[in-house]
């Protein structure tokens, strides 16, 4: 089955700093991968869609400067959040597809604490 | 804008209990998905349905999408202990951009 691999799984950071997330599909080449970030007790709200070799889509609210997107390759995309603030605190995951009859496979989360 | 909306937001059943979690979206969707995640863990993809009225099980899951292919539900025949979690249903009005509902939190007590 699809496999998708996410790190760290949990990072503690100061404020101030920035944190890189990265996430790699294992066994299929994902041309676009999505990013949610999830409150406790929450849905999964979409943040960003990264496409392979091209510029992020940003949902609306999401700020494209502090959530810095970067596909470069067809197995590996990265959210680096920069300047971080205890308000980003929170459950990061992303995820891909290897087809339009398959469902999505999620990363195991990263759980950002800034402190 | 777009929206998936699912209920209850909470269920709690007595093991050997029916449990049935709805989705309706704002808009047709092109197909709709079911995930599972555990507590302190990530959603799992359960399932794909893309036919208008289709109906899919698997052993104690019954899965339905409407026939305006704008709602379905997931219904667990008998639970257990195992099946806890959060459920989420995903729809996907076109070009794969998934709408999540708010998910349904189910407790079994046994």
């Known amino acids: 089955g699809a496999v998708v691999s996410q790190h760290p799984s949990r990072v503690i950071c100061k404020s101030g700093t920035s944190v890189k997330i990265e996430c790699r599909s294992l066994?299929?080449?994902?041309?676009?991968m999505f990013w949610y970030r999830q409150f406790p007790k929450q849905s999964l709200m979409l943040m960003a869609t990264?496409?392979?070799?091209?510029?992020?889509?940003?949902e609306q609210g999401v700020e494209k400067d502090k959530f810095l997107i970067n596909h470069a390759s067809l197995t590996l995309s990265t959210l680096t959040v920069t300047s971080a603030h205890p308000e980003d605190s929170s459950f990061y995951i992303c995820?891909?597809?290897?087809?339009?009859?398959?469902?999505?496979?999620f990363g195991s989360g990263t759980r950002l604490t800034v402190v | 804008g777009q929206q998936v909306m699912q209920i209850p937001q909470y269920q709690h059943v007595q093991e050997g209990e029916d449990f049935t979690t709805y989705c309706n979206s704002s808009?047709?969707?092109?197909?709709i998905q079911w995930y599972k995640q555990r507590p302190g863990g990530h959603p799992v993809f359960l399932i794909q349905?893309?036919?208008?009225?289709e109906v899919k099980k698997q052993k104690r899951l019954t899965f339905q999408f409407g026939e305006a292919k704008k709602n379905s539900s997931l219904h667990i025949t008998a639970t257990q202990t195992t099946d806890v979690g959060t459920y989420f249903c995903?729809?996907?009005?076109?070009?794969?951009?998934?709408?999540f509902g708010q998910g349904t939190e189910l407790s079994v007590k046994p």
């Open positions: 990264s496409n392979e070799g091209s510029k992020a889509t940003y």
């Open positions: 808009t047709t969707l092109s197909n």
């Open positions: 349905l893309v036919k208008s009225g």
């Open positions: 995820s891909a597809t290897r087809g339009t009859n398959y469902g999505y496979t």
């Open positions: 066994d299929f080449q994902a041309t676009t």
């Open positions: 995903a729809g996907d009005p076109q070009g794969g951009k998934l709408i």
